[in-house]
Nanobody, 115 residues
Framework: QVQLVESGGGLVQPGGSLRLSCAVSRSIFSITRMAWFRQAPGKQRELVAAITAGGTTSYVDGVKGRFTISRDNAKNTVYLQMNSLKPEDTAVYYC?????????WGQGTQVTVSS
């Protein structure tokens, strides 16, 4: 069983920044791809950003240039740095990792962007 624990969410004003963390209960060195998803009220969960074991990153169009995904294999942690936040970024953010043919999810962390 693999556990993913997100943290770092909260309430922030438009234009502000937050850094989300996803701590994994095992080594992430060999996990081929880790990703951040988000789900806003009444909407489907969507992929926000992903990072491969080799460090290649990808982003949904709406966050390019504002969000940065990174991974620290020594700390078994994946991060999502979010800058220039907009009200439409408000959602529950989830970390995802495939391990041994099973997709694992964290419990989510709420991000609210509001003045």
């Amino acid at each position: 069983q693999v556990q993913l624990v997100e943290s770092g969410g909260g309430l922030v004003q438009p234009g502000g920044s937050l850094r989300l963390s996803c701590a994994v209960s095992r080594s992430i060195f060999s996990i081929t791809r880790m990703a951040w998803f988000r789900q806003a009220p009444g909407k489907q969960r969507e992929l926000v950003a992903a990072i491969t074991a080799g460090g290649t990153t990808s982003y949904v169009d709406g966050v390019k240039g504002r969000f940065t995904i990174s991974r620290d294999n020594a700390k078994n942690t994946v991060y999502l740095q979010m800058n220039s936040l907009k009200p439409e970024d408000t959602a529950v953010y989830y970390c995802q990792a495939p391990v041994g043919g099973t997709i694992y999810w964290g419990q989510g962390t709420q991000v609210t962007v509001s003045s």
